[in-house]
């Protein structure tokens, strides 16, 4: 079992950064891709970005360059730092664990950009 606990969200003002932090422990393989969706009012849950464990990113197209993911293997954690935050970033995101056909997902964490 995986269990995937998320920090770093809050309220910020439009222009500015958050960092979020989601720390995975329990019997993790190897070989995964670690990410962040988020989901906002009356919306599907979308993919902001993914990492595998060789570091291979991907993005959303609409949040490439003010949106970076990074993970640090020793310890299964993965970051993600939100640069140039627009209102319409407002959404609960979850952080997500993939390995072994399965996929696991934090219980969220709420951002909020205000006008």
């Known amino acids: 079992q995986v269990q995937l606990v998320e920090s770093g969200g809050g309220l910020v003002q439009a222009g500015g950064s958050l960092r979020l932090s989601c720390a995975a422990s329990?019997?993790?393989?190897?070989?995964?891709?670690m990410g962040w969706y988020r989901q906002a009012p009356g919306k599907l849950r979308e993919l902001v970005a993914d990492?595998?464990?060789?570091?291979?990113?991907r993005y959303a197209e609409s949040l490439k360059g003010r949106f970076t993911i990074s993970r640090d293997n020793v310890n299964n954690t993965v970051t993600l730092q939100m640069n140039s935050l627009k209102v319409e970033d407002t959404a609960v995101y979850y952080c997500?664990?993939?390995?072994?056909?399965?996929?696991?997902w934090g219980e969220g964490t709420q951002v909020t950009v205000s006008s």
């Open positions: 997500n664990l993939k390995h072994l056909l399965r996929t696991y």
């Open positions: 329990g019997s993790i393989f190897r070989s995964n891709v």
């Open positions: 990492i595998n464990s060789d570091a291979a990113a």
